[in-house]
T-cell receptor
Framework: EAGVAQSPRYKIIEKRQSVAFWCNPI?????LYWYQQILGQGPKLLIQ????????DSQLPKDRFSAERLKGVDSTLKIQPAKLEDSAVYLC??????????????FGQGTRLTVV | AQSVSQHNHHVILSEAASLELGCNYS??????LFWYVQYPGQHLQLLLK??????LVKGIKGFEAEFIKSKFSFNLRKPSVQWSDTAEYFC??????????FGTGTRLKVLA
């Protein structure tokens, strides 16, 4: 089956600019996650969607980050304005049914963002 | 709140050596536990998972992990590592909120 698709793979922007990342989950996966992975750290959950509704966005810096999942399929994550500390890899993941205890998350390749 | 601790940040082994990576979690309820691996230049992939039953779980590529509830641990093991096991390994816990909480990762380098 096709995996989680993300674009772009790499992005370099100046601070205070805006940037958007796109994710297409595995077909049929109801749950979609965005993670931020800073160099040397594990992935940190930013936001979790169930279909097109937000389940958890407690760690999303809402003053600058926003995300949407229109029609419960594709998702975009936006940063505006970007700060130097936003430099990280942004990972998108999806899973089939969140209530299934054994369900696993499938990850995309990620987008490596560098803010200069 | 859920959290995951991985105590070994960098591990260097020679081929054929045995591997054990530590993982401890903090969560009072029923948990599902995972080990993910990230090979250089690739995306995170599932190695193995535990959600019920036999606490000794076998995964791909000869890896296994043991869930010890009393110790809140889920250590990853492999009896004999290969050069191709060079990667970063992440332990993750999934509790009642259905989100995956990851540890900081362990970078394993296997010397040929």
């Amino acid at each position: 089956e096709a995996g989680v698709a993300q674009s772009p793979r790499y992005k370099i922007i100046e601070k205070r600019q805006s940037v958007a990342f796109w994710c297409n989950p595995i077909s049929g996966h109801a749950t979609l996650y965005w993670y931020q992975q800073i160099l040397g750290q594990g992935p940190k959950l930013l936001i979790q969607f169930q279909n097109n509704g937000v389940v958890d966005d407690s760690q999303l810096p809402k003053d600058r980050f926003s995300a949407e999942r229109l029609k419960g399929v594709d998702s975009t994550l936006k940063i505006q304005p970007a700060k130097l500390e936003d430099s990280a890899v942004y990972l998108c993941a999806s899973s089939l049914v969140q209530q299934d205890p054994g369900t696993e998350a499938f990850f995309g390749q990620g987008t490596r963002l560098t803010v200069v | 709140a859920q959290s995951v601790s991985q105590h070994n940040h960098h591990v260097i082994l020679s081929e054929a050596a045995s591997l054990e990576l530590g993982c401890n979690y903090s969560y009072g309820g029923t948990v599902n536990l995972f080990w993910y691996v990230q090979y250089p230049g690739q995306h995170l992939q599932l190695l193995l998972k535990y959600f019920s039953g036999d606490p000794l779980v076998k995964g791909i590529k000869g890896f296994e992990a043991e869930f010890i509830k009393s110790k809140f641990s889920f250590n990853l093991r492999k009896p004999s590592v290969q050069w191709s096991d060079t990667a970063e390994y992440f332990c993750a816990v999934r509790g009642g909120t259905y989100k995956y909480i990851f540890g900081t990762g362990t970078r394993l380098k296997v010397l040929a």
